[in-house]
């Protein structure tokens, strides 16, 4: 399942088309030491490719935007699936 999601960061809306390739590929790149590459790249993929040097510039400039960009990406992109434990 692919579907647009736009953000509004700053004053600037941003598209993101993730795929499930795309959340199997940032999962597959998380180590121990490193969370935030992974989730800047994931970001840089699925933006819309006129909008990357923007994102980028506002990714590598505003302290801790990377993880709130991508949690809330992250979350829309599951079309609101949730996952509940049943004992």
């Not at 736009?6 to 088309?17: A, D, Y």
Request: a negative charge; aromatic letters at 6%; charged letters at 25%.
């Amino acid at each position: 399942m692919t579907k647009k999601i736009v953000l509004t960061i700053g004053e600037t809306e941003f598209t993101f088309t993730p795929t499930v390739a795309d959340h199997n590929n940032y999962t597959n790149a998380l180590m121990p030491d490193d969370k935030i590459a992974p989730a800047h790249q994931f970001l840089t993929r699925t933006v819309e490719p006129e909008q990357k040097a923007d994102l980028i510039e506002l990714l590598d400039t505003v302290p801790g935007l990377v993880m709130d960009v991508f949690m809330e990406v992250n979350k829309a992109s599951k079309g609101g699936v949730k996952v509940t434990l049943k004992n």
